[in-house]
């Protein structure tokens, strides 16, 4: 069983930075992708950004250019610096793991619990 552990968050005025990281731990067969969704109360999550086995990172159109995605391979960390944030930039973002846990099983998302961003003077 694969389980994601949130780190960093808090509260942050216009322009500032924070940054997240967030820790995998448990055993899969394989890793598809790893990343960062965010929700506000009342609209879907929204993925933010996400990184590849193979390296690959994409970006919400809305943080690119301020937000950057980075993994950590050998301690299966991934780590999402966001910088010049906004207060729209405000929700919970949450961890995200897309895998396979055995070699016969079909892909599987796992989740952190969550970490609060507020952007605000």
């Known amino acids: 069983q694969v389980q994601l552990e949130e780190s960093g968050g808090g509260l942050v005025q216009p322009g500032g930075s924070l940054g997240l990281s967030c820790a995998a731990s448990?055993?899969?067969?394989?890793?598809?992708?790893m990343g960062w969704y965010r929700q506000v109360p009342a609209l879907e999550r929204e993925l933010v950004a996400s990184?590849?086995?193979?390296?690959?990172?994409d970006y919400a159109q809305s943080v690119k250019g301020r937000f950057t995605i980075a993994r950590e391979y050998a301690q299966n960390t991934v780590y999402l610096q966001m910088n010049s944030l906004k207060p729209e930039d405000t929700a919970v973002y949450y961890c995200?793991?897309?895998?396979?846990?055995?070699?016969?099983?079909?892909?599987?998302?796992?989740w952190g619990q969550g970490t609060r961003v507020s952007v605000s003077s």
């Open positions: 448990g055993s899969m067969f394989s890793m598809v992708a």
């Open positions: 995200y793991l897309l895998g396979y846990p055995t070699k016969t099983s079909g892909p599987q998302h796992y």
């Open positions: 990184i590849s086995s193979s390296g690959r990172r």
